[in-house]
């Protein structure tokens, strides 16, 4: 049987192939230090986890909830915009929940994507920004992660050289992977541009609160006039280490936000209202849990920093998110970003995640994900010490002794 077209459109997933490696090290007792997936291991806050206690077997709450939120969500959604970046958003027509970010964004490519539209996606990106359109049966154009000159200059050449013109142009600052951020003025530039090539925005702000430098990010709606052309994208699984919870939302533009309510509405019924109604605590409750999250991975930045460069490994020192975007040491960086995450398994007992996975530009780098405590990451960095000083006379059979020298 061949494969289904869909499935066709879609290579293998990358991230499988370490993650088989790394299932067989630990078959055979390794001790891995997981700073792969993006899986926070904090607690969710303690009054969000005793709001869903309280909601659980409460009448009507076992029923199929509602498709686009719970009213008082979306309201508590609303007023998150209003309190952190000024933006006014009506939760009836310009807010919908959604079952985490991912979700949003695959089914907002469902919604607006006819075949062959071409999207304008950063490359290296987060998967499902590229390939929740490529499902859809969108083109891909890459355009450059860093918010500079060279972006424009290629989204200008996207403009000129695209048949049919460009679509829609994906964002996402903080970046994952690359942890860039990007200020007001380029976001006015952004807007500026896809209002004269009549772009929608479709930006992912997942890492809105994960900072470090008292610097916030701000969001591309805060531009004026940007609600005529975008939607954003935010979720609960970091701001407050809700990840398995699934839930995110979508705001922005009417019409758009009515498009994906509508595909939605005949996809789901929302998640569990108890879930919905502990979110809507996270949002109007007490913000300190957010501080606390902020200060433990900018600790565990910090070690990670200086464990790694103790072990002579630098690694680019990010001012947000929860991950470095990290070279591949020069003598390895032949081999690719797969098999060197592989090798940091078999060697060091390390999982990273390979950059190919995130775009073909990201194949000299590994994303570090700050997943695990500062004990760990130190074991980390000695065991990395160790691979970096005697590894490289040991490689596995993948490459040969003389090109790894």
Sequence with gaps: MTDFHRIRRLPPYVFEQVNRVKAAARNAGSDIVDLGMGNPDLDAPAHVVEKLKDTIGKPHTDRYSASKGIPGLRRAQAAYYARRFGVSLNPDTQVVATLGSKEGFANMAQAITAPGDVILVPNPSYPIHAFGFLMAGAAIRSVPCEPGPEFFHAL?????????????????????????????DFYRDVVAFAKKHDLIILSDLAYSEVYF????????????GAMDVTVEFTSMSKTFSM???????????????????RVKSYLDYGAYTPIQVAAAAALNGPQDCIAEMRSVYKRRRDVLVDSFAKAGWDIPVPTASMFAWVPI??????????????LLIEKA????????????????YVRIALV??????????????????????????????????
């Design 156 to 184: 200008e050449r996207a403009v000129v050289h695209s048949i049919p013109s460009p679509l829609a142009l994906v964002l996402c600052y903080p970046s994952n992977p690359t942890a860039q951020v990007a200020d007001l």
């Design 213 to 224: 430098d008292d610097n916030p990010p701000p969001s591309v709606l805060q531009v004026p």
């Design 243 to 261: 990840a398995g919870w699934r839930m995110g939302f979508a705001v922005g533009n009417e019409r758009l936000i009515a498009a994906l309510a």
């Design 329 to 342: 040491p020069e003598k390895f960086r032949h081999m690719g970003s797969v098999e060197f995450a592989k």
């Design 349 to 364: 007992d390390v999982a990273v995640a390979p950059g190919v996975g995130f775009g073909e530009h990201g194949d000299e």
């Design 372 to 405: 695990e405590n500062e004990q760990r990451i130190r074991q980390a960095g000695r065991n990395v010490r160790r691979f970096l000083e005697t590894g490289a006379e040991t490689l596995h059979n993948v490459v040969p002794l003389a090109a790894a020298r």
